[in-house]
């Protein structure tokens, strides 16, 4: 029997990757084995763990991870701390394959863990570009590491292939994400209110706003100016979820939760939503807003609007119903001004998704369980 390690370190990741651990999990020809990581295990960030066991997924390992202070090298000993805990947990665990997806810090110490036990790597969501974060050297280090490629756009998979790996290796699958709005049962809207304690009536959005890792002004300057932005329109209704562990989050998280507390009747923040409650959301609120990944590949087929802000997502591939704007208060002001109007909302209506592609988790599947593992860890590079 295959045993098919799958590692997720974020409740954003892991709402990704749920429904691929279920068709592994299912399969009478595989095992899988699952580790949880980073802010999956603190407190602050919602012990979100619990919502992989809650799916009824058994969590072979956790490996914790140092809670990063806000600068590099917390990061950087964080990451030490979790390179010595998941060599353990490879060892014990002898998976004959890992799975990993994106271009978290905490992704990179996996792919280079596995690497060196000679552990093939599957990776999903590789060639993107996103010139605002050093996810985007991160990626393109575990595509290197990795033996077998899942893109979410053909030009991913022609970047993929343009980094050296094997074509016949690198498949075109679409979005998890994407697949996941249409999968998952969605609440109703009175369910969802009564989760929520909260009124999702007249124009409301849902922010989230991460720390730019390679900006040029700092995480409080820039949350500053949404918080000002969100101030100008004093009818708008407000959801909030927290920041990533990347450093800056803590500032980030601490604005945030001051600007509820007094705004408290139009404004909710949120540790976690889970996935189920995230895309329910998106069936409500007006638009979203913010610099999440989430903005330009799942949130398009939601038919409604994206108002991406700063330099986070520069590169990725997006979609018509995005409105990119600088991360100033006046930049932010006007595109909330172009993403509320009933114009624009209309015309998302009308929009194509490019991450949309039938069957993912299954694609993925279909070769993760049935790849000759023999050849995978020995690559040549392939020469364009």
């Given at each position: 029997m295959r045993k098919i390690c799958v590692v997720t370190g974020t409740r954003a990741e892991y709402g990704l990757l749920s429904r691929l651990m279920?068709?592994?999990?299912?399969?009478?020809?595989?095992?899988?084995?699952v580790i949880a990581t980073n802010m999956h295990l603190l407190p602050e960030y919602g012990n979100t763990y619990k919502e992989i066991e809650k799916d009824?997924?058994?969590?072979?390992?956790?490996?914790?991870?140092?809670?990063?202070?806000?600068?590099?090298?917390?990061?950087?000993?964080?990451?030490?701390?979790?390179?010595?805990?998941?060599?353990?947990?490879?060892?014990e665990l002898c998976?004959?394959?890992?799975?990993?997806?994106?271009d978290r810090y905490e992704m990179l110490v996996v792919a280079t863990v596995a690497m060196l036990q000679r552990i093939p790597i599957a990776h999903i969501h590789g060639g993107e570009i996103s010139e605002g974060a050093v996810d985007d050297s991160i990626r393109h280090a575990?595509?290197?590491?990795?033996?077998?490629?899942?893109?979410?756009?053909?030009?991913?998979?022609?970047?993929?292939?343009?980094?050296?790996?094997?074509?016949?290796?690198v498949f075109y699958v679409g979005s998890l994400g994407v697949e996941n709005l249409r999968k998952v049962p969605l609440m109703g809207k009175s369910e969802l209110e009564d989760s929520l304690d909260f009124k999702l009536e007249g124009q409301s959005v849902l922010v989230t706003y991460h720390p730019v890792t390679l900006g040029d002004r700092t995480p409080k300057d820039e949350i500053a100016d949404l918080l000002k932005a969100l101030d100008a329109f004093p009818c708008l209704r407000v959801l909030f979820t927290m920041p990533n562990s990347d450093q800056g989050g803590e500032e980030i998280r601490a604005a945030i939760e001051e600007?509820?507390?007094?705004?408290?009747?139009?404004?909710?923040?949120?540790?976690?939503?889970?996935l189920r409650r995230y895309l329910s959301v998106l069936g409500y609120v007006t638009a979203v807003v913010g610099n999440s990944s989430s903005g330009l590949l799942e949130v398009p087929s939601a038919?409604?609007?994206?108002?991406?802000?700063?330099?986070?997502?520069?590169?990725?591939?997006?979609?018509?119903?995005?409105?990119d704007v600088a991360s100033d208060e006046t930049s932010i002001i006007a595109g909330l001004t172009k993403v509320l109007s009933l114009d624009f909302r209309a015309f998302c209506k009308t929009t194509i998704n490019p991450y949309e592609k039938d069957g993912t988790a299954e694609s993925i599947f279909k070769v993760i369980s049935i790849y000759p593992l023999d050849d995978l860890i020995q690559k040549s590079f392939y020469n364009l």
């Open positions: 279920r068709l592994i999990d299912e399969s009478e020809d595989c095992r899988l084995q009824g997924f058994r969590i072979d390992a956790k490996v914790p991870m140092r809670k990063p202070t806000d600068d590099f090298y917390g990061v950087i000993t964080s990451m030490a701390e979790e390179m010595s805990g998941m060599n353990d947990a490879f060892r998976s004959d394959m890992v799975v990993i997806l994106g575990i595509t290197k590491m990795s033996s077998l490629h899942f893109t979410s756009t053909e030009e991913y998979r022609k970047r993929v292939i343009q980094l050296g790996e094997q074509p016949e290796r600007y509820c507390a007094r705004n408290e009747k139009r404004c909710r923040c949120f540790k976690s939503l889970g038919h409604i609007p994206t108002l991406n802000i700063g330099d986070r997502q520069k590169g990725r591939t997006r979609g018509a119903s995005v409105v």
